[in-house]
């Protein structure tokens, strides 16, 4: 899978995630940290990335609409055993569906799923 890691979230988690088979790539790391939300929408499309975030902004279809897919996680208790548990989860549903076109709020036990097709 190939994703963009937010400026919130560690960028050690890129280097778990490449360990598990990923393709990530952290806004940190691009130079990209402090552009504004729209920037680093547009970076994760242009460069066909799933963007993964702890951001609730990027959970709007209207202002964010999901090409590659965004997948925000929404941590109870903010620690990086709960961030990975939540990855965890969201890669594991990707073998049963993909989240390009999708964005996916993601919860202990439970994702919601708001799909571009679904609005008519």
Excluded: Y
């Amino acid at each position: 899978m190939r994703l963009k890691l937010d400026e919130n979230l560690d960028v050690g988690l890129a280097v778990w995630l490449e360990s598990l088979g990923h393709d990530a790539k952290t806004v940190r790391d691009e130079q990209m940290s402090g552009a504004s939300d729209d920037q680093v929408f547009a970076a994760a499309g242009a460069e066909e990335r799933c963007l993964v975030t702890l951001d609730l902004d990027f959970s709007d279809p209207i202002r964010f609409p999901p090409a590659a897919g965004t997948i925000v996680l929404r941590v109870p208790v903010p620690s990086l055993t709960m961030i990975r548990s939540l990855l965890r989860q969201a890669i594991g549903h990707t073998a049963d569906e993909s989240p390009e076109g999708q964005i996916w709020i993601v919860e202990p036990g439970r994702i919601r799923m708001w799909r571009s097709w679904d609005i008519k």
